[in-house]
Protein backbone atom coordinates (compact mmCIF):
# COMPACT_ATOMS: atom_id res chain seq x y z
CA UNK A 1 0.00 0.00 0.00
CA UNK A 2 3.10 2.38 -0.17
CA UNK A 3 2.04 3.09 -3.89
CA UNK A 4 -1.14 4.38 -2.38
CA UNK A 5 0.52 7.31 -0.22
CA UNK A 6 1.93 8.97 -3.60
CA UNK A 7 -0.52 10.94 -4.83
CA UNK A 8 1.17 11.47 -8.59
CA UNK A 9 1.06 7.76 -8.14
CA UNK A 10 -2.40 7.11 -7.38
CA UNK A 11 -3.20 9.78 -10.09
CA UNK A 12 -1.76 7.88 -12.45
CA UNK A 13 -3.36 4.94 -11.92
CA UNK A 14 -6.45 6.14 -12.08
CA UNK A 15 -5.87 7.41 -15.83
CA UNK A 16 -4.50 3.97 -16.15
CA UNK A 17 -7.79 2.73 -15.17
CA UNK A 18 -9.91 5.33 -17.23
CA UNK A 19 -7.87 4.59 -20.31
CA UNK A 20 -8.43 0.51 -19.73
CA UNK A 21 -12.15 1.34 -18.76
CA UNK A 22 -12.52 3.43 -22.12
CA UNK A 23 -10.75 0.95 -24.42
CA UNK A 24 -12.66 -1.89 -23.55
CA UNK A 25 -16.11 0.21 -23.49
CA UNK A 26 -15.05 1.51 -27.01
CA UNK A 27 -13.75 -2.11 -28.48
CA UNK A 28 -17.33 -3.90 -27.22
CA UNK A 29 -19.81 -1.59 -28.27
CA UNK A 30 -17.85 0.19 -31.20
CA UNK A 31 -18.57 -2.52 -33.62
CA UNK A 32 -22.65 -2.43 -32.36
CA UNK A 33 -22.52 1.54 -32.60
CA UNK A 34 -21.18 0.94 -36.22
CA UNK A 35 -23.22 -1.21 -37.73
CA UNK A 36 -26.19 0.65 -36.73
CA UNK A 37 -25.24 3.54 -37.91
CA UNK A 38 -24.54 1.59 -41.32
CA UNK A 39 -27.99 0.40 -41.23
CA UNK A 40 -29.60 3.81 -40.78
CA UNK A 41 -26.85 5.19 -43.17
CA UNK A 42 -28.30 3.11 -45.90
CA UNK A 43 -31.80 3.33 -45.45
CA UNK A 44 -30.75 7.22 -45.71
CA UNK A 45 -28.71 6.92 -48.89
CA UNK A 46 -31.55 4.65 -50.35
CA UNK A 47 -34.18 7.29 -49.62
CA UNK A 48 -32.38 10.04 -51.39
CA UNK A 49 -32.01 8.19 -54.56
CA UNK A 50 -28.38 7.14 -54.26
CA UNK A 51 -28.41 3.69 -53.63
CA UNK A 52 -25.08 2.45 -55.17
CA UNK A 53 -23.31 4.86 -52.71
CA UNK A 54 -22.22 3.24 -49.74
CA UNK A 55 -21.38 4.47 -46.70
CA UNK A 56 -18.02 2.39 -44.80
CA UNK A 57 -18.33 3.27 -41.11
CA UNK A 58 -14.49 2.56 -40.14
CA UNK A 59 -11.31 4.75 -39.79
CA UNK A 60 -8.26 4.23 -41.62
CA UNK A 61 -6.80 1.21 -39.48
CA UNK A 62 -10.12 -0.68 -39.98
CA UNK A 63 -11.16 0.48 -36.70
CA UNK A 64 -15.44 1.22 -36.27
CA UNK A 65 -15.82 4.72 -36.55
CA UNK A 66 -18.53 7.56 -36.34
CA UNK A 67 -17.24 8.90 -39.48
CA UNK A 68 -18.25 7.31 -42.84
CA UNK A 69 -16.54 7.33 -45.88
CA UNK A 70 -18.78 7.58 -48.75
CA UNK A 71 -18.00 5.58 -52.35
CA UNK A 72 -19.45 4.24 -55.22
CA UNK A 73 -22.26 6.04 -57.11
CA UNK A 74 -19.81 7.72 -59.82
CA UNK A 75 -22.29 7.58 -62.26
CA UNK A 76 -24.75 9.58 -60.05
CA UNK A 77 -24.83 12.81 -60.32
CA UNK A 78 -23.49 15.76 -58.31
CA UNK A 79 -26.52 17.10 -56.66
CA UNK A 80 -27.85 13.18 -55.81
CA UNK A 81 -24.54 12.39 -54.21
CA UNK A 82 -25.09 15.24 -52.28
CA UNK A 83 -27.98 15.13 -51.23
CA UNK A 84 -26.87 11.53 -50.19
CA UNK A 85 -23.98 12.91 -48.41
CA UNK A 86 -26.53 15.69 -46.37
CA UNK A 87 -28.72 12.65 -45.47
CA UNK A 88 -26.24 10.34 -43.73
CA UNK A 89 -24.78 13.78 -42.08
CA UNK A 90 -27.91 14.05 -40.61
CA UNK A 91 -28.03 11.07 -38.94
CA UNK A 92 -28.10 11.65 -35.24
CA UNK A 93 -24.04 10.27 -33.87
CA UNK A 94 -22.79 10.50 -37.64
CA UNK A 95 -19.58 12.66 -37.51
CA UNK A 96 -17.90 13.87 -40.47
CA UNK A 97 -18.10 12.28 -43.53
CA UNK A 98 -15.80 12.61 -46.65
CA UNK A 99 -16.03 10.74 -50.16
CA UNK A 100 -13.11 8.05 -50.41
CA UNK A 101 -12.30 9.19 -54.17
CA UNK A 102 -12.19 13.27 -53.23
CA UNK A 103 -10.82 15.49 -50.08
CA UNK A 104 -11.97 15.81 -46.86
CA UNK A 105 -13.30 19.46 -47.63
CA UNK A 106 -16.91 20.41 -48.42
CA UNK A 107 -17.70 22.87 -50.63
CA UNK A 108 -20.77 25.20 -49.51
CA UNK A 109 -24.09 24.77 -52.49
CA UNK A 110 -25.71 28.12 -51.42
CA UNK A 111 -25.04 30.36 -54.21
CA UNK A 112 -24.25 34.52 -52.84
CA UNK A 113 -26.89 35.72 -54.43
CA UNK A 114 -27.39 38.91 -52.80
CA UNK A 115 -24.55 40.43 -53.24
CA UNK A 116 -24.93 39.43 -56.99
CA UNK A 117 -27.91 40.89 -56.98
CA UNK A 118 -26.77 44.14 -55.68
CA UNK A 119 -23.96 44.17 -58.05
CA UNK A 120 -26.19 44.03 -60.86
CA UNK A 121 -28.31 46.55 -59.46
CA UNK A 122 -25.37 49.17 -59.37
CA UNK A 123 -24.07 47.92 -62.95
CA UNK A 124 -27.53 48.54 -64.36
CA UNK A 125 -27.07 52.28 -62.65
CA UNK A 126 -24.23 52.86 -64.06
CA UNK A 127 -24.96 51.35 -67.70
CA UNK A 128 -27.38 54.37 -67.90
CA UNK A 129 -25.44 57.09 -66.22
CA UNK A 130 -21.80 57.40 -65.58
CA UNK A 131 -20.40 58.72 -62.39
CA UNK A 132 -18.64 62.05 -63.85
CA UNK A 133 -15.63 63.94 -62.60
CA UNK A 134 -14.45 67.71 -63.52
CA UNK A 135 -12.43 67.65 -66.15
CA UNK A 136 -8.43 66.42 -64.85
CA UNK A 137 -9.67 66.08 -61.34
CA UNK A 138 -10.97 63.95 -58.74
CA UNK A 139 -13.98 65.67 -57.66
CA UNK A 140 -17.19 64.34 -58.44
CA UNK A 141 -19.13 67.03 -60.67
CA UNK A 142 -22.72 68.16 -59.02
CA UNK A 143 -25.01 66.31 -61.16
CA UNK A 144 -23.26 62.90 -60.65
CA UNK A 145 -24.19 62.97 -56.86
CA UNK A 146 -27.52 62.15 -57.25
CA UNK A 147 -26.28 58.94 -58.83
CA UNK A 148 -23.51 58.44 -56.23
CA UNK A 149 -26.87 58.44 -53.77
CA UNK A 150 -28.76 55.68 -55.53
CA UNK A 151 -25.49 53.88 -55.96
CA UNK A 152 -25.11 53.58 -51.99
CA UNK A 153 -28.67 52.66 -51.90
CA UNK A 154 -28.08 49.80 -54.55
CA UNK A 155 -24.81 48.82 -51.78
CA UNK A 156 -26.98 48.30 -48.79
CA UNK A 157 -27.90 44.77 -49.16
CA UNK A 158 -24.46 44.15 -49.46
CA UNK A 159 -23.28 45.00 -46.48
CA UNK A 160 -20.77 42.92 -45.19
CA UNK A 161 -19.53 42.01 -48.36
CA UNK A 162 -16.56 43.93 -49.78
CA UNK A 163 -16.80 45.81 -52.49
CA UNK A 164 -14.18 46.93 -55.21
CA UNK A 165 -13.95 50.14 -56.42
CA UNK A 166 -12.02 50.42 -59.97
CA UNK A 167 -11.76 53.69 -61.63
CA UNK A 168 -10.92 54.16 -65.27
CA UNK A 169 -9.17 56.54 -67.26
CA UNK A 170 -9.38 57.37 -71.30
CA UNK A 171 -5.97 56.86 -72.93
CA UNK A 172 -5.55 61.07 -73.29
CA UNK A 173 -2.54 62.60 -71.59
CA UNK A 174 0.18 60.47 -70.09
CA UNK A 175 -0.07 56.85 -68.41
CA UNK A 176 1.25 57.80 -64.87
CA UNK A 177 -1.23 60.97 -64.65
CA UNK A 178 -4.07 58.29 -65.68
CA UNK A 179 -3.14 55.74 -63.18
CA UNK A 180 -3.28 58.71 -60.05
CA UNK A 181 -6.09 59.83 -61.67
CA UNK A 182 -7.98 56.95 -61.51
CA UNK A 183 -7.02 55.90 -58.04
CA UNK A 184 -7.92 59.24 -57.28
CA UNK A 185 -11.14 59.49 -58.80
CA UNK A 186 -12.14 55.47 -57.19
CA UNK A 187 -10.68 57.22 -53.87
CA UNK A 188 -13.22 59.98 -53.87
CA UNK A 189 -16.35 57.67 -55.10
CA UNK A 190 -15.37 56.15 -51.67
CA UNK A 191 -15.49 58.89 -50.08
CA UNK A 192 -18.69 60.07 -51.23
CA UNK A 193 -20.25 56.45 -50.18
CA UNK A 194 -18.72 56.12 -46.75
CA UNK A 195 -20.19 60.26 -46.46
CA UNK A 196 -23.54 58.16 -47.61
CA UNK A 197 -23.33 55.58 -44.87
CA UNK A 198 -22.04 52.55 -45.97
CA UNK A 199 -18.93 51.32 -43.74
CA UNK A 200 -15.47 52.35 -45.01
CA UNK A 201 -13.75 49.08 -43.92
CA UNK A 202 -16.37 46.94 -46.57
CA UNK A 203 -14.58 49.39 -49.73
CA UNK A 204 -12.12 48.71 -51.36
CA UNK A 205 -10.33 51.02 -54.26
CA UNK A 206 -7.46 50.78 -57.08
CA UNK A 207 -7.30 52.45 -60.68
CA UNK A 208 -6.08 50.67 -63.91
CA UNK A 209 -5.65 53.92 -65.69
CA UNK A 210 -6.37 53.37 -69.34
CA UNK A 211 -5.24 50.06 -69.18
CA UNK A 212 -8.77 48.39 -69.87
CA UNK A 213 -11.08 50.49 -71.82
CA UNK A 214 -14.68 49.45 -72.33
CA UNK A 215 -15.03 46.05 -74.90
CA UNK A 216 -15.66 47.77 -78.47
CA UNK A 217 -14.25 50.99 -77.56
CA UNK A 218 -11.43 52.78 -78.30
CA UNK A 219 -8.94 53.51 -76.07
CA UNK A 220 -9.12 57.53 -76.33
CA UNK A 221 -12.62 57.14 -76.23
CA UNK A 222 -13.98 59.58 -73.30
CA UNK A 223 -16.63 57.09 -72.41
CA UNK A 224 -13.76 54.95 -70.64
CA UNK A 225 -13.61 57.73 -67.96
CA UNK A 226 -16.01 55.19 -65.83
CA UNK A 227 -15.62 53.99 -62.59
CA UNK A 228 -17.12 49.92 -61.55
CA UNK A 229 -18.42 48.45 -58.83
CA UNK A 230 -18.04 44.77 -58.35
CA UNK A 231 -17.97 42.62 -55.33
CA UNK A 232 -15.00 40.72 -54.56
CA UNK A 233 -15.63 39.19 -51.11
CA UNK A 234 -18.53 37.54 -49.52
CA UNK A 235 -18.95 36.62 -45.62
CA UNK A 236 -22.29 35.05 -45.00
CA UNK A 237 -22.95 33.35 -42.10
CA UNK A 238 -22.47 29.47 -43.20
CA UNK A 239 -22.46 26.09 -41.40
CA UNK A 240 -19.06 24.86 -40.47
CA UNK A 241 -18.18 21.98 -43.61
CA UNK A 242 -18.44 18.92 -41.33
CA UNK A 243 -22.56 19.91 -41.37
CA UNK A 244 -22.61 20.12 -44.94
CA UNK A 245 -20.26 17.51 -46.77
CA UNK A 246 -20.77 18.37 -50.90
CA UNK A 247 -20.12 16.36 -52.92
CA UNK A 248 -16.58 15.31 -53.44
CA UNK B 1 -11.14 8.25 -35.60
CA UNK B 2 -12.10 4.81 -34.24
CA UNK B 3 -14.88 4.81 -31.86
CA UNK B 4 -12.87 3.58 -28.81
CA UNK B 5 -10.61 6.93 -29.37
CA UNK B 6 -13.62 9.42 -28.68
CA UNK B 7 -14.54 7.43 -25.93
CA UNK B 8 -10.88 7.59 -24.32
CA UNK B 9 -10.05 10.72 -24.83
CA UNK B 10 -13.79 11.85 -23.49
CA UNK B 11 -13.13 9.55 -20.60
CA UNK B 12 -9.71 10.85 -19.91
CA UNK B 13 -10.90 14.32 -20.30
CA UNK B 14 -13.52 13.59 -17.89
CA UNK B 15 -11.35 12.20 -15.23
CA UNK B 16 -9.08 15.08 -15.56
CA UNK B 17 -11.88 17.37 -14.80
CA UNK B 18 -13.28 15.04 -11.88
CA UNK B 19 -9.32 16.12 -10.77
CA UNK B 20 -9.69 19.83 -11.11
CA UNK B 21 -12.81 19.31 -9.25
CA UNK B 22 -11.55 17.12 -6.41
CA UNK B 23 -8.74 19.81 -6.24
CA UNK B 24 -10.73 22.67 -6.34
CA UNK B 25 -12.83 21.65 -3.78
CA UNK B 26 -10.75 19.45 -1.15
CA UNK B 27 -7.62 20.88 -2.57
CA UNK B 28 -4.36 21.14 -0.14
CA UNK B 29 -4.32 17.51 1.71
CA UNK B 30 -2.60 14.89 1.08
CA UNK B 31 -3.79 11.55 0.60
CA UNK B 32 -2.01 10.59 4.06
CA UNK B 33 -3.95 12.70 5.96
CA UNK B 34 -6.93 13.24 4.38
CA UNK B 35 -9.95 14.33 6.52
CA UNK B 36 -8.19 15.25 9.46
CA UNK B 37 -8.73 19.12 8.55
Not at chain 1, 96 to 115: K, N, Q
Not at chain 1, 193 to 214: C, E
Not at chain 1, 222 to 234: D, G, K, L, Q, Y
Not at chain 2, 12 to 22: H, K, V
Request: aromatic share 4%; charged share 20%.
Amino acid sequence: MALLRNRSAVVALGALFVAALAAIAGLTTGPRIAEALAARAEAAIASAGAAPVTAHFASGSGWPSRHPTLSGGESLDEATRDRAAKAVAAIPGVGGIRWADGTAFASSSDAPVEPLKCEEDVAALLRARTIRFEEGSARIDAASRELVDEVATALRPCLGSIIAITGHTDASGPEPGNLALSRERAEAVRAALVQRGIPADGLRTSGLGSRSPVEGLEPADPANRRIEFSVIATQPIRPTPVDTPGPR
Amino acid sequence: MPIWLELLVLMLLAYMAGLAIGWAIWGHGSVENDGNG
